[in-house]
């Protein structure tokens, strides 16, 4: 266990900002150091030499780099794109925690897709005008700091996963409040409503298992909006069932099942749910 010590390590003269451009495109696994009134957003045109969304087993192997950004708004790691592609799943959600701890940053942002956010020097504030929630991780007094000490086979360092202590998770996707960087809250909390038990679930669903890539288990969630007969087994790349994980009635909800692989080799298997008419696959990748 780590000392983690996030005092900022530089601060932003006010001349800066004319040397800007009006917007600025995120890039995976950058810190984008921004100034008064920037929008940050993913960008596929601009694409770099670091590998989040390039190499699968990035996070995994050791492979993750830390691109500088342009270092005006030196406490922020920024990771976009988050709910993208669920190959790179690990990579993206390991990305901001280790690079927060890699470079002792106070705040890091997940974004989803192309959504933007608008980050204001002059007041300090934060701004989304996003579909999907953006999650602010705020690490102002986080003391301590785990890192992963795995290393798999064929790897250049160790598996890129880091759990922190005392951290502030906020997310929004209100585009009429903002977050307040020195208080670490937003100006105006919304008020929430009981649902009155009404059904919460209203559709089915089935999630990415994590960990993924994994060694040797691994949780897959799901939920259903009604009683349902519900199927849940795991295939090899051959269509080979290797799995029965769930085959019984369950009522409206949200499940968890974990999956024990230790008597399969590595590689790419697949897990379907079955649940009346509803059925759904998702790729996941075992490696020993």
């Given at each position: 266990?780590?000392?983690?010590?996030?005092?900022?390590?530089?601060?932003?003269?006010?001349?800066l900002?004319?040397?800007?451009?009006?917007?600025?495109?995120?890039?995976?696994?950058?810190?984008?150091?921004?100034?008064?009134?920037?929008?940050?957003?993913?960008?596929?045109?601009?694409?770099?030499?670091?590998?989040?969304?390039?190499?699968?087993?990035?996070?995994?192997?050791?492979?993750?780099?830390?691109?500088?950004?342009?270092?005006?708004?030196?406490?922020?790691?920024?990771?976009?794109?988050?709910?993208?592609?669920?190959?790179?799943?690990?990579?993206?959600?390991?990305?901001?925690?280790?690079?927060?701890?890699?470079?002792?940053?106070?705040?890091?942002?997940y974004?989803?897709?192309?959504?933007?956010?608008?980050?204001?020097?002059?007041q300090?504030?934060?701004?989304?005008?996003?579909?999907?929630?953006?999650?602010?991780?705020?690490?102002?007094?986080?003391?301590?700091?785990?890192?992963?000490?795995?290393?798999?086979?064929k790897?250049?360092?160790?598996?890129?996963?880091?759990?922190?202590?005392?951290?502030?998770?906020?997310?929004?996707?209100?585009?009429?409040?903002?977050?307040?960087?020195?208080?670490r809250?937003?100006?105006?909390?919304?008020e929430?409503?009981?649902?009155?038990?009404?059904?919460?679930?209203?559709?089915?669903?089935?999630?990415?298992?994590?960990?993924?890539?994994?060694?040797?288990?691994?949780?897959?969630?799901?939920?259903?909006?009604?009683?349902?007969?519900?199927?849940?087994?795991?295939?090899?790349?051959?269509?080979?069932?290797?799995?029965?994980?769930?085959?019984?009635?369950?009522?409206?909800?949200?499940?968890?099942?974990?999956?024990?692989?230790?008597?399969?080799?590595?590689?790419?298997?697949?897990?379907?749910?079955?649940?009346?008419?509803?059925?759904?696959?998702?790729?996941?990748?075992?490696?020993?």
């Amino acid at each position: 266990m780590k000392k983690y010590d996030n005092r900022q390590q530089g601060k932003v003269t006010h001349n800066l900002k004319s040397m800007l451009v009006q917007r600025i495109y995120g890039i995976a696994l950058g810190y984008e150091d921004l100034n008064d009134h920037i929008t940050i957003r993913k960008d596929p045109g601009f694409q770099t030499a670091i590998n989040t969304d390039s190499d699968l087993y990035s996070a995994y192997r050791g492979r993750m780099t830390i691109n500088s950004g342009l270092n005006i708004f030196g406490d922020l790691i920024f990771q976009p794109n988050i709910y993208g592609d669920s190959d790179y799943f690990e990579n993206r959600t390991s990305s901001v925690l280790w690079g927060m701890m890699r470079n002792r940053k106070r705040f890091g942002i997940y974004l989803s897709g192309d959504d933007r956010l608008k980050i204001s020097y002059l007041q300090k504030s934060i701004n989304g005008s996003v579909e999907i929630p953006y999650i602010i991780v705020d690490a102002s007094e986080t003391t301590k700091v785990d890192s992963s000490t795995y290393r798999a086979s064929k790897s250049i360092g160790s598996r890129q996963i880091v759990a922190m202590n005392n951290l502030r998770i906020s997310l929004s996707n209100y585009s009429e409040i903002n977050y307040l960087i020195e208080l670490r809250k937003f100006d105006n909390l919304t008020e929430v409503k009981s649902l009155d038990n009404k059904n919460i679930y209203s559709d089915f669903i089935l999630c990415q298992n994590y960990p993924n890539p994994f060694n040797p288990t691994t949780t897959i969630s799901y939920s259903i909006p009604e009683q349902s007969q519900v199927e849940l087994k795991v295939f090899d790349v051959l269509g080979r069932e290797v799995a029965e994980l769930v085959n019984k009635e369950q009522p409206s909800g949200s499940y968890q099942v974990n999956f024990d692989a230790s008597n399969l080799g590595s590689g790419v298997y697949f897990y379907q749910i079955r649940a009346g008419s509803f059925m759904e696959s998702k790729k996941m990748i075992l490696l020993k």
